[in-house]
């Protein structure tokens, strides 16, 4: 079902509901945009891949860590990780995507059990919803697709001051390719973009931003691939580095 559109000066009324928020002024030419959501899940839940299981029980232990009032989740494709959520404890849940019918499966998915669900569809490198700042901002396997500088100072104003940033890179693993093979051919778009960026990259552009690393850990999966989590704290200071953009977005109404 499409989204009805709806512009900008509608915003202050539509807060109030559930939002989808795309970006405008940049040609959306992110090849997660052809990528069926099915396909992609299908490939990370691969058995040789795993990565999904993964990735929801590291955002489960942060969860478990910070119990966060508030979690925004970006690059948060179908909500891989969202069931892990107490809706008692997080009552805001803000959701980000560049691809649109990621966050309309998302919605379907969780705003029953997550009352508190904040679906966005955005492109992080160019703009963010002007939604409240969150505690908790998470961003697992977004990096590899992102520029860091206008992605962090973005993430930046999304998080409040003395909130955590999580990131979940993933490190070079000897001879195994980036983009696992698979039999889903339509992630082979990705190994065409996506780069691997080295965890002492991510920490200066994140101090850039205003973020300090706090803590890392790394995840080897049986199939060899590494990962490396992330926790930055986000400096006191409440003049945030300045947006790339929070504005000039278009906006749709979920569920409408
Ligand atoms: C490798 S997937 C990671 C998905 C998720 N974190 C997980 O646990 O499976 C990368 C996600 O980032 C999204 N993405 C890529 N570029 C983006 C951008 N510029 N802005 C917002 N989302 C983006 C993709 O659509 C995709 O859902």
Same mark, same amino acid.
Request: with cysteine.
């Given at each position: ?46 058995? @040789? ?66 009352? @508190? ?45 003395? @909130? ?24 082979? /778009?990705? /190994? ?5 960026? /080295? ?58």
């Amino acid at each position: 079902m499409r989204l009805p559109i709806v512009t900008q000066q509608h915003a202050p009324q539509l807060l109030r509901k559930r939002l989808l928020v795309r970006p405008a002024g940049r040609s959306m030419t992110s090849p997660w945009l052809n990528i069926p959501l099915a396909e992609y899940e299908g490939h990370m839940s691969l058995p @040789g891949i795993g990565q999904a299981r993964m990735l929801s029980d590291h955002f489960a232990e942060i969860l478990a860590e910070y119990s966060p009032g508030s979690v925004a989740v970006i690059g948060c494709a179908g909500g891989n990780g969202l069931d892990r959520i107490r809706p008692e404890t997080t009552t805001r849940i803000v959701t980000i995507d560049i691809n649109p019918d990621y966050l309309r499966v998302l919605a379907s998915r969780f705003t029953h059990r997550l009352p @508190g669900l904040e679906p966005y569809v955005a492109d992080v490198e160019v703009s963010l919803p002007a939604v409240e700042p969150v505690e908790l901002v998470y961003a697992a396997l977004l990096f590899e697709y992102v520029a860091p500088a206008p992605t962090f100072r973005n993430l930046a104003v999304l998080c409040r001051p003395r @909130g955590s940033l999580v990131t979940v890179v993933q490190l070079p693993a000897g001879s195994l390719a980036p983009v696992s093979p698979s039999p889903y051919t339509s992630l082979n /778009a990705l /190994a065409a973009v996506m780069r691997l960026i /080295a965890p002492e990259v991510l920490v200066r552009h994140a101090a850039e931003a205003g973020f300090v690393l706090s803590s890392t850990r790394q995840v080897v999966l049986p199939s060899g691939k590494r990962f490396l989590a992330q926790v930055f704290s986000r400096s006191p200071d409440e003049h945030a580095p300045q947006a790339t953009g929070v504005d000039g977005a278009t906006l749709a109404v979920a569920g409408a």
